[in-house]
């Protein structure tokens, strides 16, 4: 795996937008920029504005309603052959009804397989909980390679690759994610 996972506190990224340290992107944003560092040389793009917001970026971004988007496209509509692939907390919104988009039954299930079967590396997140539906679906497909990162009672954040992970609650003890999904191809 070239991309490193393990996070301390000092690692922690702390920003004003979205109050990011009181919240999973802490953790998300760092290690999303060092994915962006290591491949934004191999047909990047990033699924969902995510990291234009936090640091300087010139790689393709699609989101359908954000400003910030390079490109106002849909996840569904993309084909990610021979691309590496960025998605922080996009994911689980999609189909779900979520920023005025549609409301689709298990297509953020169906945009994550399309991702991770056509591109050439990707690296996908979001908040363990959110969207139990799609927990289920990558608890249940023995495809995806996953490990998560899941919040303690001292609201650090631990690596871990337990099962249990998928019965954290969003939202409970702590604001937004308690546990985070990362879910993996060619790292």
Aim: charged content about 25%; glycine content about 4%; overall charge negative.
């Amino acid at each position: 795996m070239k991309i490193d996972f393990s996070i301390k506190p000092d690692d922690y990224f702390d920003h004003p937008y979205n109050s990011t340290s009181t919240n999973e992107r802490c953790i998300e944003v760092p290690i999303g920029i060092r994915f962006l560092n290591l491949f934004r040389e191999d047909n990047f793009i990033e699924v969902g504005a995510v990291l234009p917001h936090y640091v300087k970026s010139d790689h393709d971004c699609i989101d359908p309603v954000d400003p910030i988007a390079s490109k106002k496209e849909y996840a569904e509509n993309i084909n990610y052959t021979d691309l590496s692939v960025l998605s922080i907390s996009t994911i689980e919104h999609i189909g779900h009804g979520d920023y005025g988009l549609p409301k689709k039954e298990n297509q953020a299930q169906e945009v994550l397989l399309k991702i991770y079967k056509q591109s050439n590396k990707c690296l996908i997140s979001w908040p363990v909980g959110y969207n139990r539906d799609l927990d289920s679906y990558v608890k249940k497909n023995s495809l995806f390679k996953y490990v998560f990162h899941k919040r303690t009672k001292q609201n650090e954040w631990i690596l871990s690759t337990s099962q249990s992970v998928f019965n954290t609650e969003y939202g409970t003890p702590f604001h937004a994610g308690n546990a985070v999904i990362w879910v993996y191809k060619n790292l």
